[in-house]
Structure formats: C-alpha cells, structure tokens
T-cell receptor, first 112, second 117 residues
Framework: LAKTTQPISMDSYEGQEVNITCSHN???????ITWYQQFPSQGPRFIIQ???TKVTNEVASLFIPADRKSSTLSLPRVSLSDTAVYYC?????????????FGQGTELSVKP | GAVVSQHPSRVICKSGTSVKIECRSL??????MFWYRQFPKKSLMLMAT?????????EQGVEKDKFLINHASLTLSTLTVTSAHPEDSSFYIC?????????????FGDGTRLSIL
C-alpha cells in the first residue's frame, strides 16, 4: 500500500487559497488519489478523488502531475469552517475492493 | 449520495461490559466494510476488513477475540468490543464503498465515541 506524506500543519487566513501537497512516491498504476476532511469527533468526509491531471468540484480542485508521485489539494477562498484535518490517501477504487491506510494528515487552521 | 450510518454515536459503560456498534450503508450495498479506531489527536488506524458472509480480516496487532465483527447482510456490519476496559476507550469509525458503481470513493460513518469507566 502506498505511503503518503503530508505537512503536519498549515495556517491560513480567511479568503486565501490553500494548497496542501501530498507525496506518494510508491503509488501503483491502478491507485486513485482521494482526499478527506475530518472535523473533531466526526468521521472523515469525502472531498475529491482523481487519477491524473486535474479534477475540480464545487469545493476543491485536485492537481496530479504526470508522474502521479504527488498531488495537491487546492481549497479556494477558505473560511473559518474549513479548519479541519485533511487526509490524502491512495488506493484502488471501490469497485475493486482494497483498503485505505491513513497517514498523519494535515491540520489546517484558518484564522480570521 | 452514498451514506454510511453508525449507531450509537456515543456509549459510556462500565468496565467488563460488551458493546456493540452498528454500521449501515443506507442507499447502497457493501460486500466490504472497514473498521477504524482513532485516539485523540491521532490519525485513523485500520482495525479490520469486514466481509459479507465470511470472516473478517484483522490487521496485525488487533485481537479478533476482543473485537468481534459480523457482516451478516450487504448493508450491515457490527463491531462488538467484548469485555471492554478503559484502554478500549476510543473513537470507532466504520466505512464502506458502493462496489456496484465504478470508481466510487469510500464513505465513512460519523463514528462512535466509546468511554469505558
């Protein structure tokens, strides 16, 4: 299973764009990259998933370079409510089974 | 979208009690579910993979006789913490995938806070 490395913590201010980069040097050919957000005393919440290049949804963008050894989660114009822990995971997509191993995550603190 | 429901959300009980936690996939079928535990300020740690109709697969260091897993239907997995002790106090989280839909991500329940007195 691919190991992921993220910054332990990041600080930002309201209205700024936040980019969190994750390294996954040993990602396998069929692995997808998925990002989750977790608030205290809640389960992780799905943010975005991608395989290559760029994926965008209503809350975030995910940038994946051609070698797929890293990925960057981009949160546009963060607010105080975006303060949370963000996890990057790599693994097989759901229809192919498999398990996900969580790394340490990035604790994002958004200040007014 | 896919929803995973966990029950109860919080349990407080005496040492020696066995506690059952339920994990349900509400609008999809899941032949595989996963159980995690999380200590304060720490990441999620995978405990076991729950397989519908067969035995669960436990991660190294997780006692299968301590943490009993039953996955009797395509929408329900249960985790029973047997003879719980204070060191079993933790945040337990389950997850499941909609394996009938291509490339769906894993969805998580909202967790169960277990406190053993």
């Amino acid at each position: 299973l691919a190991k992921t490395t993220q910054p332990i913590s990041m600080d930002s201010y309201e209205g700024q764009e936040v980019n969190i980069t994750c390294s996954h040097n040993n990602i396998a050919t069929n692995d997808y990259i998925t990002w989750y957000q977790q608030f205290p005393s809640q389960g992780p919440r799905f943010i975005i998933q991608g395989y290559k290049t760029k994926v965008t949804n209503e809350v975030a963008s995910l940038f994946i370079p051609a070698d797929r050894k890293s990925s960057t989660l981009s949160l546009p114009r963060v607010s105080l409510s975006d303060t949370a822990v963000y996890y990057c995971l790599v693994g097989l997509p759901g229809n192919q089974g498999g398990k996900l191993i969580f790394g340490q995550g990035t604790e994002l603190s958004v200040k007014p | 979208g896919a929803v995973v429901s966990q029950h109860p959300s919080r349990v407080i009980c005496k040492s020696g009690t066995s506690v059952k936690i339920e994990c349900r996939s509400l609008d999809f079928q899941a032949t595989t579910m996963f159980w995690y535990r999380q200590f304060p300020k720490k990441s999620l740690m995978l405990m076991a993979t729950s397989n519908e109709g067969s035995k669960a697969t436990y991660e190294q260091g997780v006692e299968k006789d301590k943490f009993l897993i039953n996955h009797a239907s395509l929408t329900l997995s249960t985790l029973t913490v047997t003879s719980a002790h204070p060191e079993d106090s933790s945040f337990y989280i389950c997850s499941a995938r909609d394996q009938g839909t291509l490339n769906q991500p894993q969805h998580f329940g909202d967790g169960t806070r277990l406190s053993i007195l």
